[in-house]
């Protein structure tokens, strides 16, 4: 199956270096694929050169536009008509690629993809999913900062897609699907939780809806996908990050303290490096957003080569898997469904 990804050279803290580098990593482990390359000629087209193994697989459209980091969401959808953030959105709208890939300026990327690809019928709002690591595998988090404001029926279509999502492309065949309140019990939380709570435990994934979480269950393993509006999934996505940097941060301090914790560190070192390669970000970068009409990746925008080719990586998962077509399947039958009278 020949794969066409379009990707924003120039979004990004280290692009377009990081990217060209990404891309050859990604181009060994996927041979079918072929990149849309859309960034500033002259300055992508001499490290394009260097990587002879890519140039083949590497199409480069010019554009002399840039969306910077401090551009506004709103500047970047009222201008810059040909910056490479908006042309490699483009690409997947008009079809000639089935997704696009930026580490850009976040706002102006959510803003774009959105009018530019729009929703898939019936889904009101897309969410924005990451992969996070738990003690039993993975676990699937959404929404991270989209939807700051929720009602109870888009944390019920995020908790469907998010279903979908770990059933289709993590190939997980009963996902457990929990909902982030103040504590387990069914009297506790908000109005639109409890709301939120009835409604998918009415809908297609009632079997596999696990039921109320609190944080602590999300790095146990508790449920595959754990679902929250955009503020709290912002918070919890950036205060993860806060304590793995600062264990990780003790960890040195520990291993410096004295000749006998450095003698430790020697042994111990096998050991950290396999937690070090367990716990590393760069395995889990990718932001994912579901329910636009198009597949559609963020990368963190201070990642690495490394981190970029796992953004390709899960693109890849989602087109090959053709989770796009689950989800408008399930939300045009939910659409076709009658409504429920009043006093059912």
């Known amino acids: 199956m020949e794969i066409i990804l379009s990707v924003d050279a120039m979004g990004g803290d280290k692009a377009p270096e990081m990217i060209i580098q990404g891309l050859a990593a990604a181009a060994q482990r996927y041979p079918s694929v ?11 087209e001499p490290l394009l050169i260097q ?3 890519l140039l083949e697989k590497v199409t480069l459209i010019p554009c002399e536009e ?8 709103s500047a970047a959808v009222r201008g810059f008509p040909n910056s490479s953030m908006r042309q490699a959105i483009k690409a997947v709208a008009e079809g000639r690629a089935q997704g696009v890939i930026s580490a850009g300026n976040t706002g102006a990327y959510m803003a774009l993809a959105k009018i530019i690809l729009k929703t898939i019928p019936g889904i009101d709002r897309p969410a924005l999913a990451s992969l996070a690591p738990t003690l039993r595998g993975e676990v699937v988090i959404l929404d991270l900062g989209a939807n700051v404001e929720c009602s109870p029926k888009n944390l019920q279509q995020f908790a469907i897609m998010g279903e979908l999502f770990a059933r289709h492309v993590l190939h997980l065949p009963h996902p457990k699907v929990g909902l982030i309140n103040v504590g387990s019990e069914d009297i506790k939380g908000s109005t639109i939780v409890k709301e939120a709570a009835d409604l998918i435990r009415t809908s297609s994934i009632k079997d596999n809806f696990y039921g109320f979480i609190e944080g602590n269950d999300i790095p146990r393993g508790t449920v595959d996908v754990a679902v929250m509006d955009g503020f709290t999934g912002n918070v919890v996505l950036k ?10 941060h003790y960890f040195k301090e520990a291993f410096k303290s004295s000749w006998t914790a450095r003698l430790g560190y020697f042994f111990a070192r096998p050991m950290l490096q396999k937690l070090s390669m367990r716990l590393d970000y760069r395995r889990y970068n990718g932001g994912i957003w579901l329910g636009l009409g198009g597949i559609a990746i963020k990368s963190h925008g201070g990642t690495d ?3 970029f080719a796992h953004a390709i990586d899960l693109a890849v998962d989602m087109i090959t898997s053709q989770i796009n077509k689950h989800f408008l399947k399930e ?3 939910e659409e076709a469904s009658p ?5 059912q």
Not at 34 to 44: A, D, P, Q, T
Not at 239 to 248: D, N, P, S, T, Y
Not at 339 to 343: I, L, M, R, T
Request: hydrophobic share 45%; proline share 7%.
């Open 331 to 333: 939300f045009s039958s």
């Open 66 to 73: 840039v969306i910077s980091p401090d551009t506004k969401p």
């Open 339 to 343: 409504p429920k009278a009043a006093n």
């Open 51 to 53: 990587e002879k193994a």
């Open 305 to 307: 080569a490394l981190g």
């Open 34 to 44: 072929h990149f849309l390359l859309y960034g500033n000629k002259e300055i992508v």
């Open 239 to 248: 205060a993860g990050e806060g304590v793995m940097q600062l264990a990780i």
